[in-house]
């Protein structure tokens, strides 16, 4: 736990109280929602052969319950860390099972993984590397505009945050790509993405960096400048390091759901992970293999993401853990 | 920068200072000499504009008529000015105001650097020098919030005094702290003050300003009432709020 207070509380599931009302209840779901009708229903006509309709059900909720206890049972009596990767673990094993589910060709995956890899993922990646950096930038600049005492620059800034939150991510794609040729301005796919991309999550992080910048005390401020320090040295060597605690987690969330959003550039025909998804299993009816891998490809960078922010977070609070 | 019109010209001058926050006048007219080397005691009753009064000298508060020098130079709102007032007057707050994110060493030596110039190793001898004089060098390489607050304060004052000012103020460094560590921040300000150091110190430790201030100063209201040295100011005020704040201090 975060907050530690000593005090040797027993586990939650440890208690017949909580124990046995929480199988209780995944039993009554179970039972209500009738899983016996389908998969789970069938897995367990393994067990009791003949049985159908509510006696399968029945048999079925009792079944999974009894894993479920069985299970929950186990995982208690490991040490905590060893807890959480096992039910990741689990969890992850359900939900591939469940795709598994979908009866896939993996034939066909694996014919066209390399392209989605080599083209798709390379170009995701590219369009959202370049969009966090520029993004970064930005939310920074609006951020330390907002701040300012600048009128020109917080009406910009106040304005930026405005529009490219309030407006549709898709919307600014099709603005920058059909909008500015009217203009004579003629952008290409790619650069469309990566401006969309970086004009948009800058507005959501500028509101993030400021809000970090603001939660360091004046005190801070009035020391730094007390001793002399000019205000960017200070900005970077005090304010700006101490608000990495605050800023991270969001940020974090914001570079994962961005990673996701690039797929939204598919629209403007731009050869990234969603748009190979969906168009290379076209010709041969195979939309949902594509859609499964590419899935599982985002989640993995997302993974990738998280661990890196979590990095990232332990450098940053080194100093406020004793 | 330093005009050459005088000798020694007086450590801090306030002439005709008057502040207003909004409609409330916090500072009525103001004047005050701080000669070098003085050590100047500033007490008063709970927003009587102590606080306010010191801040303006390094430019932390502005003020909206009357003059302000430091050794000399006046100070005015122009960068140039207010950065080498700053590099002047050295500053110790009530809340202490160490950077969480680095080291006992770091907070001294990043300053030092980046303002002094000197190089990491420099920076480094310097910020030991004066951890020693204050006593804590074996908490170089901890961070703020592992050490107690009395050890924090400390180290914000060897951080200020590091810099090698020519005035030090203290807005009451002594009242975030605990009775027993109270004792040896006062140590390490009146060893401060038998080096010679020119101090204007806001603060309700009497005992402090009996022990070492030259002159005293009672505000209330924005206004100086009353001042003298330690010996007259305790034994013999002159104005009732006097005598009535000495008898709440002491009391
Ligand atoms: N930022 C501000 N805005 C408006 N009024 C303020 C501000 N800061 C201080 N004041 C007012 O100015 C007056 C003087 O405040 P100051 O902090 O200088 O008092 P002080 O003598 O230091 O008091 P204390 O002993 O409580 O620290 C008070 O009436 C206070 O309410
Ligand atoms: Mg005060």
Redesign the pocket.
Known sequence: MHYKDNIAYPPLLSRPTVYLPVLAAVFAALWWFRAGDGALGRLVLGLVPGAEGDALNLATAACVTMLVGFNIFVVMRLPLRQQVWLVWAELAALILLFFYSFDLSFAFIQRKIGFLITQGLVTTLYISAVSIVIATVLALIGAIAKLSSNGIAQGIAHFYTSLFRGLPLLMQIYMIYLGLPQLGYVVDAVPTGIAALSLCYGAYMTEIFRAGIESIPKGQWEAARALGMRPVSVMTRIILPQSMRVIIPPTGNQFISMLKDSSLVSVVGVWELMYLARTQGQTEFRHIEMMVTASLIYWLMSIVLELAQKRIETHFNKAATR | MTSAQDSAPPAIQITGLNKWYGLLQVLHDVNLTVTQGERLVICGP?GSG???LIRTVNALEGFQSGEIKVAGLRLTREPAVVEEIRRRVGMVF?QFNLFPHLTVLENCALPLRLVRGLSAAEARDRTMHYLSKVRIPEQAAKYPAQLSGGQQQRVAIARAVAMQPEVMLF??PTSALDPEMVKEVLDVMVALADEGMTMAV?THEMGFARQVADRVIFMDAGRIVEQGPPTTFFTAPRSDRTKAFLRQVLH
């Open positions: 709970s102590k606080s306010t009530q807005d009451e806001v």
